[in-house]
């Protein structure tokens, strides 16, 4: 996503109007990603995972979890 902020060049003077035009996108970026935040989490699931060793034993498989909201999902696996 480009949101078209102005870029001044190294030779160029300060200049208040375009930075005030950037400040206005950013803070109407920052608005509308504030208006699709989600509030919380309706749905997850945390636990440690076993495994079985080739001579049977149980290993531990460390710490894994899901966390579901509103279609989006997020997985965590610390790979252990």
């Known amino acids: 996503m480009n949101y078209n902020l102005k870029k001044p060049a190294q030779s160029d003077f300060y200049n208040v109007e375009d930075f005030n035009d950037n400040m206005d996108i950013i803070d109407g970026a920052l608005n509308n990603a504030g208006a699709n935040k989600i509030d919380k989490v309706t749905n997850g699931t945390a636990g440690n995972m076993a495994v079985l060793?080739?001579?049977?034993?149980i290993a531990?498989?460390?710490?894994?979890?899901?966390?579901?909201?509103?279609?989006?999902?997020?997985?965590y696996d610390d790979g252990e």
Request: aromatic share 10%; charged share 20%; no cysteine.
């Open 53 to 57: 060793t080739v001579d049977g034993g």
């Open 60 to 75: 531990d498989g460390g710490l894994k979890f899901s966390i579901y909201n509103g279609g989006l999902r997020v997985t």
